[in-house]
């Protein structure tokens, strides 16, 4: 039989809370109930929280006929655990401060290096069309994507640029063709009359019975 010395020693060898419970106990604390329900012939041991700073583990201990008899729980203070929480206080709080460092070097650079290039290409963009000048280009900066972006740009100002170019004397080209030929039908012209007015014989041009030209004769 252990008594209360008995336990008393075997706590502080053990350097543990022992306590020894008889097994059909009517007055048996709520934890050891609960553990009881778990331990089986399969499941010889158990363990909970018996609170938030203190966990206990439970076994039967059997008689001299091998018979679960008595309870044995055994408890220790979560020290490990206490001394844990304010380490993982400090670690979250570093966490959360690195984060938010680390989120606002993020916006810092995108702001940087995307979002005032973006803003600054597309100023760009907006001028050249309000100002229809086609032949400028936009300047590169870097061989990223937006530095790929403009480099297509550029090279689409420079198609549409040359487009315009042959366009534009292509028009001065057919413009000059009909400046020629007009020339050339004034003159056939000038021509046709002048051998209309020395004719000897009177000629007369009526247009929906209307007299439009007649020659002196």
Do not use: W
Not at 116 to 144: C, W
Not at 148 to 153: E, G, H, P, V
Request: aromatic share 6%.
């Amino acid at each position: 039989h252990l008594g209360s010395d008995e336990t008393a020693v075997l706590s502080r060898s053990l350097r543990l809370s022992v306590d020894i419970f008889p097994r059909n106990a009517a007055d048996l604390p709520a934890d050891v109930r609960a553990a009881q329900s778990e331990l089986s012939p399969a499941v010889l041991r158990s363990s909970s929280l018996r609170s938030e700073n203190s966990i206990a583990g439970y076994t039967y201990l059997n008689d001299i006929y091998n018979n679960p008899t008595l309870i044995l729980r055994t408890s220790q203070e979560r020290s490990a655990y206490q001394q844990g929480q304010p380490s993982l206080l400090i670690f979250l709080v570093a966490l959360s401060a690195v984060g938010t460092a680390f989120g606002i070097v993020v916006l810092y650079l995108i702001d940087r290096l995307v979002l005032m290039r973006l803003a600054t290409l597309s100023e760009r963009v907006q001028y050249i069309g309000h100002n229809d000048d086609f032949s400028a280009q936009l300047p590169v900066k870097g061989t990223d994507e937006l530095g790929q972006l403009t480099a297509n740009i550029n090279a689409m100002l420079r198609a549409v640029t040359q487009s315009r170019q042959s366009l534009q004397q292509l028009n001065s080209q057919l413009e000059s063709r009909v400046a020629a030929r007009t020339d050339e039908v004034e003159q056939e012209k000038s021509k046709l009359q002048a051998i209309v007015e020395t004719m000897g014989e009177g000629l007369v041009y009526c247009t929906d019975g209307a007299i439009t030209y007649a020659n002196r004769a």
